[in-house]
């Protein structure tokens, strides 16, 4: 069965830019390439899935999106960190123009993109992971049923300060600062076996 670490994108594996699709604007965060060669080298599958509002927004279109993840797959190659797959929601309930306005399964915190890995690939949950910076990354993780890790880059940090000051229990599993943390702890848990 294929061990799977999901990442969402933005604020995960490179900097927060809102309604990101111009090369030029993409910057890979430190160490994001070096934490997904990590995985990879541990033999886990790479998978992003992308909320990506943008496209039901009419701010940009699905082959801009694909031109930016070629992209940045040419970035991470360079440090033997490919993504295996991208999957990406383009609707948004309320501002989507045309068919990309619609309640779906796709986009996060639903499970609709986690289902379509599963064409592809053979999901061993009790081994996979969520990793993202906002809760409904870790809670898309969880309504999936796999382990969902909050990173403290990109909105992680803030949304964990707001949770806490609510007086929360934590929603997530695990917090790691950064994606290499992230990575770190995954194999880490994996060495010393699965609970």
Known sequence: MDRVVFLDRDGT??????YLYRPSDLAVLPTAAQAIALLKENGFRVVVVTNQAGIARGYYTVEQMHSLHRYLNEQLEKEGAGIDRFYYCPHHPEHG????????RCRKPGTGMFEMAEEEYDIDKSRSYMVGDKRIDVEAGHNYGIKGILVGTGYGKEEREMSRARGEEPFYDFY??????AAEFIIERGQKGYE
């Open 13 to 18: 594996i490179n900097r927060e830019v809102e």
């Open 97 to 104: 123009i045309g068919r990309y306005r619609k309640a779906c």
């Open 176 to 181: 790691a600062e950064t994606l290499m943390d």
